[in-house]
């Protein structure tokens, strides 16, 4: 039951990240996107992969993990295409 409630967290923190990766690719400005933010959640999911492995834990909840972890870093790598074309707008 654990495991399921701890896939629930996890689902229900990743389900906002498609939607905000698209934002970000139609966006194509940094304007409105956080860059810390996404870093401290990047930290979070790594800490919680982290903490699956040390704790001997590893199960099927690390996958969810991962792929929150894969669409942070998605719209963190989006960001860097948006700092690129602000600074070209400003050029």
Do not use: H
Request: a positive charge; proline letters at 2%.
């Amino acid at each position: 039951m654990a495991q399921l409630l701890e896939v629930m967290m996890v689902l229900s923190f990743g389900a906002a990240w498609p939607a905000n990766i698209i934002n970000s690719l139609k966006a194509k400005t940094t304007k409105g996107t956080s860059l810390p933010f996404l870093l401290i959640v990047e930290f979070g999911y790594v800490c919680g992969i982290g903490a699956k492995f040390v704790a001997g834990n590893i199960n099927y909840v690390v996958f969810f993990y991962i792929l929150n972890f894969v669409m942070v870093m998605t719209d963190i790598v989006i960001y860097a295409r948006n700092y690129r074309l602000d600074k070209q707008n400003q050029a």
